[in-house]
């Protein structure tokens, strides 16, 4: 599976962006499928995922602000981010994870929250 992210952009705090990845194959296959982030200095973390069988998980860091939301047609998740902070500042990247299988980074978008 390959994946391509899009729609990173600079925005004003309290804006809102909403990201894309699209996948070069169904993503159902994968076990678990969302979104990371990597901000400068510090390490990659999970910002919000699809778990099998359709349960979502997100960071607490997000809970109430972000929303994943895929289109299974198009091969697609995206990731509508509200009420953004300079905090939230990273390069976002899209996972897709099957266990003893692979585990599929995309290229990164980046997204610049100013104050």
């Known amino acids: 599976v390959q994946l391509v992210e899009s729609g990173g952009d600079l925005v004003q705090a309290g804006g809102s962006l909403t990201l894309s990845c699209a996948a070069s194959?169904?993503?159902?296959?994968?076990?678990?499928m969302g979104w990371y982030r990597q901000a400068p200095g510090k390490q990659r973390d999970r910002v919000a995922i699809f778990t099998r069988g359709g349960g979502i998980n997100y960071a607490d860091a997000v809970r109430g602000r972000f929303t994943i939301s895929r289109d299974i047609a198009k091969n697609t998740v995206y990731l509508r981010m509200d009420s953004l902070k300079p905090e939230d500042t990273a390069v976002y990247y899209c996972?897709?994870?099957?266990?003893?299988?692979?585990?599929?980074w995309g290229q990164g978008t980046q997204v610049t929250v100013s104050s």
């Open positions: 996972n897709a994870y099957k266990p003893m299988d692979y585990s599929v």
């Open positions: 194959e169904t993503i159902l296959g994968p076990d678990v």
